[in-house]
């Protein structure tokens, strides 16, 4: 299955990777491994958000920027508005990255 590598900028991502470059800098694990753990995050991120998450939330906001490039859509919304089931949230300025599923299949 192949993944894509948007996870790795979630704050836990960046954490895993710090922590990587840590242990890659003291000794205590080879480059090598390193990498094959983030390439296992990628994967186990996505199959978690495929197979546990089921909520769904509506958005609304003024969108500031949007672009298409290599099959990924990126939006910057101002004043967006996230709404579910239980609750309601406005955050200032959000950057959303959404990429095709089908891709991941092939």
Excluded at 29 to 38: C, K, R, T, Y
Excluded at 71 to 82: G, K, P, R
Aim: charged share 25%; with cysteine; hydrophobic share 40%.
């Amino acid at each position: 299955m192949a993944t894509f590598e948007l996870y790795r900028r979630s704050t836990i991502g960046m954490c895993l990777t710090e922590t990587l470059d840590e242990m890659v800098s003291n000794g205590i694990l080879s480059p090598e491994l390193a990498i094959q753990v983030l390439v296992q995050f990628d994967k186990s991120m996505t199959e978690a958000l495929e197979s546990q998450v089921k909520s769904k939330v509506s958005i609304k906001g003024h969108l500031h920027t949007y672009r298409f490039c290599d099959n990924v859509w990126t939006f910057i919304l101002q004043d967006a508005q996230f709404k579910s089931d239980e609750c309601q949230e406005t955050v200032s300025r959000v950057k959303i990255v959404a990429c095709d599923s089908k891709l991941l299949t092939q």
